[in-house]
């Protein structure tokens, strides 16, 4: 072992001896202080966005004001980052914001080690900033795919929101392609028979204005698990990620209206602090799960894992980040039970 990664263990182990030694008292900003306990005979799947888990190399394919040669992850942070992992203790984890499975696989080996993630698996989207989605198993992972330059039909319009768009008159592709796969849970974890799990990993275009991005994203991907489930009609299909928009929002509307459930969401109107997922005071990040995967969801096991977080009055861009500081999204999990019936 180097001395870098043995430093590296060393440091992500004191966060997480941090984390432990915090108050239980302190009401977190956002999220639930502690993981609900796993179910028993559970799995756990949930969804991270590492905000920006870049590595120290220059990218050649990505230049310009998307340079991405200075946007390497703090070493703090991906200490942050494995602390909330460990406490999340998700057996699936899909994952929004990274640069490479490379990037994924070293985050992995250097900060998750003997945690079980022993699969992993990301592939490029087509994003001109390089940003990808991945998953972390503790199972086996199959049939990955990605769809890149997606045609959602029509052009950009005149304006985005009220400001005039750069893009105008452009064909409307999508931002990030979703990435697909399927986890195989063995037998021994799903009630004796092996059991399949599909994971629509998705990142709508974020931005105030972008709204019509997003649903025509919606609308396109949509279609697509809709193709699989006429294929497929008994196959468990989870879409989750960083839909950019909240539950009320037309773009979020379009899944739940394609028959899908949001199993992580609660009351629109709840005020709770609990439930929100995002440093902006919003609930963006979704669990969504089909018709065949529903009744498989244990009931009240959804939860945001609260992670320190900037004050409500800090500038994001100038103020110094908290101590284990991971992200500006917390993770969101919910627990299954592996059985078809």
């Not at 028979?193 to 649903?215: C, I, N, P, Q």
Request: charged share 25%.
């Amino acid at each position: 072992m180097s001395r870098s990664t043995l430093a590296a263990l060393l440091l992500a182990a004191a966060a997480s001896f941090a984390i432990a030694q915090q108050p239980a008292t302190t009401k977190p900003r956002f999220g639930v202080a502690e993981p609900k306990p796993k179910a028993d005979a559970a799995i756990r799947v949930a969804t991270y966005n590492f905000e920006n888990l870049f590595d120290d190399k220059d990218d050649p394919a990505i230049s310009g004001e998307l340079d991405d040669a200075d946007d390497t992850k703090p070493e703090a942070q991906k200490q942050g980052l494995a602390a909330a992992i460990k406490r999340l203790n998700a057996d699936i984890i899909a994952v929004q914001e990274l640069e490479s499975e490379a990037v994924l696989l070293e985050f992995r080996d250097t900060y998750l080690k003997d945690l079980g993630y022993n699969h992993a698996k990301s592939i490029g989207p087509g994003d001109e900033r390089g940003i990808e989605q991945g998953i972390l198993s503790r199972f086996p992972i199959k049939d990955a795919k990605v769809w890149e330059n997606i045609e959602l039909g029509g052009t950009h319009p005149e304006y985005a929101g009220d400001r005039p768009n750069k893009l105008a008159g452009q064909p409307l592709k999508t931002r990030r392609s979703p990435f697909m796969a399927t986890i195989e849970v063995p037998a021994d974890k799903a009630g004796g028979k092996a059991y399949d799990l599909t994971l629509f990993v998705v990142h709508h275009k974020s931005g105030r204005g972008m709204e019509y991005w997003r649903e025509a994203e919606a609308k396109k991907f949509s279609a697509m698990v809709d193709e699989i489930e006429a294929s497929q009609p008994t196959q468990n299909i989870v879409v989750l990620g960083d839909f950019n928009a909240e539950q009320l929002d037309h773009s979020v509307q379009i899944w739940l209206d394609s028959g899908f459930t949001c199993a992580s969401c609660a009351d629109p109107d709840s005020m709770d602090t609990a439930h929100i997922s995002h440093a902006s005071g919003r609930t963006i990040d979704m669990i969504l799960v089909n018709p065949a995967l529903k009744h498989e969801v244990v009931p009240n096991s959804a939860f945001i894992l609260a992670t320190p977080q900037l004050a409500a009055d800090a500038d994001w861009r100038t103020a110094p980040k908290p101590d284990l500081y991971a992200s500006d999204h917390m993770p969101v999990a919910i627990d299954l039970i592996p059985k078809d019936e």
